[in-house]
């Protein structure tokens, strides 16, 4: 049980003084911090990383190349399993057309997406990756899967982490996404996604991407049936993860400047749980909620530069997350994953941007393909 014998005022105190705080902190904050002060304690640790007023966004989309998936989580609108009617694999030249569309779109970044498809092979896997990277060069980059999708087809090869990574690398891989965590405590998932991995092969799954000198991402979804606590430990654990690089030489210890190609934990993403057509089900949470969580995000993970906001699950208000922290957002295109669950996308891209400015921030695109940034 989590008890803080802090004050809002020594939790101040240490953040003016770049100190960490503590998960009891963290709980102390969540229960008693009025939103002002999470504001404001979010944006003194944002500007650590970032100018007050920066802010970057990219416009991507994710491309779900299956549907069929053997994990069953409960809380999934998406999945099919094998054989079950409207289960489907994207071809090649589907692929192909939707990459086109976002290009001329102005996007540059895609993310696949799928399920645990036990008909697919590594070799699918390279085959389409290779085919993305003859095709388009530098034009785009693609995350390709999340680790929970990586961690699957290394199973289903019969490979090591480490050696699935090396044969994904070899295709022109360079990213694959912290996606599938949810919530990284072990009853969570034996809760909501028992055939998803623990949360030990998870972070096992991370650190052999990190070796294997693929980058990779942190992620987290709130809003299902988890609790505060569960919410701070899986905080916790993603800061201690990225310590345990740190301390493993395998990245910077000096805070890692923004945009950084750093092989490591370079962002983290929060989104929120979409209940529709689900068997979870439930009701979401607010937006004020989810803007209080970012801000003890951006509080709590001292050692990760860019904290996101969700645009795909909280639409323009998300860019009130700019004033709690996050100093990074998607305008996406599609995520048939969580518009199946109620998720809503809006392609007025010139009225979000507008927004952001409304709230006092300079938005710059950001090129993951270049790694440079253009303003917008
Ligand atoms: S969330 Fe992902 S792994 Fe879980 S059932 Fe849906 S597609 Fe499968």
Same mark, same amino acid.
């Given at each position: 049980m989590l008890t803080s014998s802090s004050t809002l005022s020594d939790i101040r105190a240490k953040?003016?003084?770049?100190?960490?705080? &503590? &998960? *009891? !902190?963290?709980?102390?904050?969540?229960?008693?911090?009025?939103?002002?002060?999470? =504001?404001? %304690?979010?944006?003194?640790?944002?500007?650590?990383?970032?100018?007050? #007023?920066?802010?970057?966004?990219?416009v991507m989309r994710i491309i779900n190349y299956t549907n069929v998936c053997v994990a069953q989580c409960d809380y999934c609108a998406f999945y099919k399993l094998p054989g079950q009617e409207g289960g489907y694999v994207l071809t090649h030249e589907q692929v192909f057309a939707k990459l086109d569309e976002l290009l001329a779109m102005g996007g540059d970044l895609v993310g696949f997406n #799928? #399920?645990?498809?036990?008909?697919? &092979? @590594?070799?699918?896997?390279?085959? %389409?990756? =290779?085919?993305?990277?003859? =095709?388009?060069?530098? =034009?785009?980059?693609f995350y390709a899967l999340t680790i929970a999708e990586f961690m699957y087809l290394a199973d289903h090869a019969n490979l090591s982490y480490l050696a699935a990574a090396e044969r994904l690398k070899q295709a022109g891989v360079r990213w694959i996404t912290g996606g599938g965590s949810e919530i990284l405590t072990e009853d969570f998932r034996r809760r909501h996604s028992k055939f998803k991995y623990t949360v030990a092969d998870y972070f096992a799954a991370q650190r052999a991407l990190v070796e294997s000198g693929l980058r990779t991402s942190a992620t987290m979804v709130i809003g299902f049936d988890e609790t505060i606590e569960e919410r701070i430990e899986h905080l916790e654990r993603t800061r201690a993860f990225q310590d345990s690089l740190i301390s493993a030489s395998?990245?910077?210890?000096?805070?890692?400047?923004?945009g950084s190609t750093d092989s490591a934990l370079s962002s983290f993403l929060c989104w929120t749980y979409k209940p529709y057509f689900t068997q979870l089900g439930g009701i979401e949470i607010t937006t004020s909620e989810y803007l209080r969580h970012l801000a003890l995000s951006r509080i709590y993970l001292d050692n990760i530069p860019r904290?996101?906001? &969700?645009?795909?699950?909280?639409? *323009?208000?998300?860019?009130?997350?700019?004033?709690?922290?996050? !100093? !990074?957002?998607? @305008?996406?295109i599609e995520d048939e994953v969580t518009q199946l669950a109620g998720a809503t996308i809006s392609l007025n891209f010139d009225k979000l941007l507008a927004t952001a400015r409304t709230l006092g921030f300079t938005p710059t695109y950001r090129h993951v393909a270049t790694g440079w940034n253009q303003p917008a």
């Open positions: 953040i003016t003084a770049r100190e960490r705080i &503590s &998960s *009891e !902190d963290a709980l102390y904050l969540w229960r008693e911090a009025p939103d002002a002060d999470m =504001r404001s %304690l979010a944006s003194q640790v944002r500007a650590r990383f970032h100018s007050p #007023g920066a802010c970057t966004y990219l #799928g #399920g645990f498809n036990p008909q697919l &092979s @590594l070799d699918y896997y390279c085959d %389409l990756f =290779r085919a993305i990277r003859q =095709r388009y060069g530098e =034009r785009l980059e395998l990245i910077s210890a000096s805070p890692v400047a923004a904290i996101r906001t &969700s645009v795909l699950t909280q639409n *323009e208000r998300a860019l009130e997350g700019l004033l709690y922290g996050a !100093d !990074d957002f998607d @305008l996406p």
